[in-house]
């Protein structure tokens, strides 16, 4: 498995397939396998990217001093700069669209294309800001995510609708429960507060390039809500699509369509890929 070391630490990632680069980033709490049924597809075209954030899936811990999500996206610009990738296509849902983003604003010389999923570029709002941060707070505490919290955690990420015994859902919640303390405290939690605390750039999401930029979202997505998705792509002035049947983790809740929509993106960008 391929590590880089940024920050003083091994960050992991996959590297799979051949042709025009895609980076996927995908949403705090899960790994870089949230992504293997677009792993499986566009990798037969492309040259697919993936990574573990810090404290999740092979990663190491959070770096000292990481204490934004301009430090995020300045790791994985050094992530870029270590597979000699100039340019790549970046595929961001939840946190991986907010550093993703920031990239794409930082460096646009080195992005072909942006997709953001479930993402939301303004601040948490603060009623939902000071909830989250009380959660992370009880799990730092405790070192633990407690069955208590597991209750109110997971289902945020899956459409009201999902079957609680599906595997999909007892993957997740089982995943989240076996979290060590001390990933929790360096990593996880201190990855949360970065993401909750994060600052407002909807102002600068006119920079981006519309012709290259594609909003998504779930339609049944309950943190990061349709509205938030239609609202950037106005600023943007690009389009969207909502995904049918999905909620926060819409790539594998309705996987097919993520995966069209994404190929259909890519085929735009590199008419001569496939």
């Known amino acids: 498995m391929p590590f880089v070391t940024i920050d003083g630490q091994p960050l992991h990632y996959i ?4 042709g025009p680069a895609v980076l996927l980033a995908g949403s705090y709490l899960w790994d870089q396998a949230m992504w293997a ?3 499986a597809a566009l990798s037969q075209q492309y040259r697919v990217i993936a990574l573990d954030l810090w404290g999740h899936g092979e990663s190491g811990p959070l770096p000292q001093g990481t204490v934004s999500l301009d430090d995020l996206a300045r ?3 050094a992530l870029l700069d270590h597979l000699d990738l100039e340019r ?3 595929v961001g849902l939840s946190v991986g669209g907010m550093w993703g983003t920031r990239l794409a604003l930082f ?3 080195r992005i072909n294309g942006l997709v953001l999923m479930d993402t939301y570029l303004g601040a948490e709002p603060e009623a939902t800001r000071q909830y989250y941060f009380s959660l992370l707070k009880q799990i730092e505490e405790a070192g633990a995510i407690t069955p208590q919290i597991l209750d109110i955690v997971v289902p945020i990420f899956f459409r009201p609708g999902i079957d609680p015994q599906s595997p999909l859902y ?3 919640r089982a995943s989240l429960a076996a979290l060590p303390p001390g990933r929790l405290r360096e990593s996880i939690v201190p990855l949360g507060r970065i993401t909750f605390g994060r600052e407002d ?3 600068c999401l006119s920079q981006l390039n519309p012709q290259a930029t594609l909003v998504m979202c779930g339609d049944q997505d309950t943190p990061r809500p349709p509205s938030e998705t239609m609202e950037m792509a106005e600023l943007i002035g690009c389009p969207y699509r909502l995904v049918p049947e999905a909620g926060h983790i819409s790539n594998l809740e309705n996987p097919r369509f993520v995966t069209e929509a994404l190929l259909a993106f890519l085929a735009d960008r590199h008419p001569c890929s496939g």
């Open 15 to 18: 590297d799979q397939g051949v």
């Open 37 to 39: 049924p677009q792993i």
């Open 75 to 77: 790791q994985a610009l």
């Open 88 to 90: 790549v296509t970046l």
């Open 107 to 109: 460096h646009p010389q």
């Open 170 to 172: 007892q993957q997740f």
């Open 201 to 203: 750039v909807l102002a």
